[in-house]
């Protein structure tokens, strides 16, 4: 079975604290992806990696930076947290290079910043 | 430029009676689409996808959904709506030459006993 795990389901941390959020695949993809999803606005994409040591920005990267050094890890990083970004991310992953692949996410992390 | 826009954010159906979500797309290449469902405090899970062979696409759990080029639409359909399918749906498309998926921004399923 194909899994994606995140390594928090809840984090709460204060404003300007650092955050890590990691994500692990076990498929041998490709690409992977990290997410915010807010209420009403679907989910919106903040940096994608299609390969390792790459990195693409998404529609909302301000704040947020990545790091991929190993193919089956992706992790997103908050360099400095506000309260704008709490929020719910999720991570997926997709292989190949085609458009016909659909993405595996995970669970999800539930980020409050207070 | 690639859009996507579901049409509806809550649906509301009975247990028994058919389920009907509305997804329509705008893209300059052929595209790929895809619906996934999301139960709560849960990633997304993929129901099908479109990938330009037959237009009619089968799902899993009784899903499925017509790609319709001519009204750039790919509707999700269910012929009889269970308890279980309450939950919140995304319609996502993709192009060729790009990484980038195309979320809509959801339609949540109530399912009324």
């Known amino acids: 079975d194909v899994k994606v795990t995140q390594s928090s389901r809840y984090l709460v941390k204060r404003t300007g604290e650092k955050v890590f959020l990691e994500c692990v695949q076990d498929?041998?993809?490709?690409?992977m992806f990290w997410y915010r999803q807010d209420p009403g606005l679907g989910l919106r994409l903040i940096y994608f990696?299609?390969?390792?040591?790459?990195?693409e920005k998404g529609d909302i990267p301000e704040g947020y930076s990545v790091s991929r050094e190993k193919k089956e890890r992706f992790s997103l990083i908050l360099e400095s947290a506000s309260t704008n970004q709490t929020s719910m991310y999720l991570c997926?992953?997709?292989?190949?290079?085609?458009?016909?692949?659909?993405?595996?996410f995970g669970p999800g992390t539930r980020l409050t910043v207070t | 430029a690639q859009s996507v826009t579901q049409l509806d954010s809550h649906v509301s159906v009975s247990e028994g009676t058919p389920v009907l979500l509305r997804c329509n797309y705008s893209?300059?290449?052929?595209?790929?689409l895809f619906w996934y469902v999301q139960h709560p405090n849960k990633g997304l899970q993929l129901l099908l996808k479109y990938t330009s062979a037959a237009t009619l696409v089968k799902g899993i759990n009784g899903f499925e959904a017509e790609f319709k080029k001519s009204e750039t639409s790919f509707h999700l359909t269910k012929p009889s709506a269970h308890m279980s399918d309450a939950a919140e749906y995304f319609c996502d498309l993709t192009t060729s030459g790009t990484y980038k998926y195309i979320f809509g921004t959801g339609t949540r399923l109530k399912v009324l006993a």
């Open positions: 990696s299609y390969d390792v040591k790459m990195k």
């Open positions: 893209s300059s290449y052929s595209p790929s």
């Open positions: 997926a992953s997709s292989g190949g290079q085609g458009i016909f692949n659909e993405q595996y």
């Open positions: 498929m041998d993809h490709e690409n």
